[in-house]
């Protein structure tokens, strides 16, 4: 079983930053693909980013949403166990509740189906 804590969320004015940590516990953290998911109100769950174990223990790929691409990065520290989401030049439209996710093995991963482990979400709004 592995646990997700999300923290780092809040209010910001729009062309702001702000960034997301998700610690994660109870199995090898390098062994794990960990992503980023949004969901706004009355909308579907979206899939923001996802960094990817790629071939050997110490190498990863990162893949973003158009919606995000350019403005926000994945990032990881195996040591501290954590994931990172680096939001630059925020938009009211990126005003949602965001959850860190988790798995061993995806086979889609911009579905968050795909995803064995959720945290429980850190709201993150952008005034206008």
């Known amino acids: 079983q592995v646990q997700l804590v999300e923290s780092g969320g809040g209010l910001v004015q729009s062309g702001g930053s702000l960034r997301l940590s998700c610690a994660a516990s109870?199995?090898?953290?390098?062994?794990?693909?960990m992503g980023w998911f949004r969901q706004a109100p009355g909308k579907e769950r979206e899939f923001v980013a996802v960094?990817?174990?790629?071939?050997?223990?110490?190498?990863?790929?990162?893949y973003y949403a158009d919606s995000v691409k350019g403005r926000f990065t994945i990032s990881r520290d195996n040591a501290k166990n954590t994931v990172y989401l680096q939001m630059n030049s925020l938009k009211p439209e990126d005003t949602a509740v965001y959850y860190c996710?988790?798995?061993?093995?995806?086979?889609?991963?911009?579905?968050?189906?795909?995803?064995?482990?959720w945290g429980q979400g850190t709201q993150v709004t952008v005034s206008s």
């Open positions: 109870g199995r090898p953290f390098s062994t794990l693909n």
């Open positions: 960094i990817l174990r790629s071939g050997s223990s110490t190498s990863y790929a990162d």
């Open positions: 996710a988790a798995s061993g093995y995806l086979s889609i991963y911009t579905q968050w189906t795909s995803y064995n482990y």
